[in-house]
Structures are given as C-alpha cells and as structure tokens.
C-alpha cells in the first residue's frame, strides 16, 4: 500500500452523506497538501491503518484529524475538526477505475452534487 501521490479525499461533516471533494496530496516526507504548492500537516501509515492531522492553528492547542483504513487504492474512516466537528471521509487514489456492481444502483458517496462546503477539509468554517 503505496499513499504518496494524488487522492480526491471527499469529506461530510456531518450524518446526512452531503460528501463534498477535494483533491490531496501525500508527499513521500510525510506531509499532505490539498491546496497546490502548500504544506497543510502530517501523515503517517502504519500496515492499513491511516492517520493526518493538518497544523496547529495558532488561535487553539486543537487539529483536525483524520483517521481510517487504507487498502490499495482506497481509504475511509473518520475525522474531528479542531472546532469539535465531526464526520467521515474516504479517498480514492487518482487512476483507480470506480464500478458500479448492478444497474441502477444510487452511488451518493462517488457521485456528488457541485456545491460548496460549510467546512473546509481542514475543518475551518468556509
């Protein structure tokens, strides 16, 4: 399980599955970006387990952290925002072919509506 290159990490802070996308880096010195040329935390992968954590705000001792499963080319589990926001994600890791096993089948979690997220990934409020 190779994480360095480029994911769409997409993201919901909250239970109803409004999943918002975007795109992420993991650099192989064990920081990620989501924003070009940025360096917005940590990361470190232990056998299938996954965790980042973005840097310290300087206003709060708190950071938004993500933490999940990883297998291949796919990631999931949860995340807590330095606010106290909480929610769930998964990543796909760019090139991987997505394919619906039955026609007609709803897919919310890869197929989302274009809008804008009231909390960013890093857990600030848009």
Do not use: C
């Not at 297998?71 to 999931?76: A, G, L, Q, V």
């Amino acid at each position: 399980m190779n994480i360095i290159g480029s994911w769409a990490l997409h993201f919901d802070w909250g239970p109803k599955g409004n999943y918002h996308w975007t795109p992420l880096y993991f650099n192989f010195d064990g920081t990620f970006a989501y924003l070009a040329g940025a360096s917005e935390g940590t990361w470190a992968q232990v056998d299938d387990k996954i965790i980042w954590r973005f840097k310290r705000r300087l206003d709060t001792e708190n950071n938004t952290v993500y933490s999940g499963s990883i297998t291949r080319n796919f990631m999931s589990g949860i995340m807590l925002s330095s606010e106290g926001e909480r929610g769930h994600w998964y990543a796909i890791k760019k090139g991987t072919k997505v394919f619906a096993l039955k026609q007609n089948v709803s897919l919310p979690y890869i197929i989302e509506k274009e809008s804008t997220p009231k909390i960013d990934p890093a857990g600030k409020k848009a």
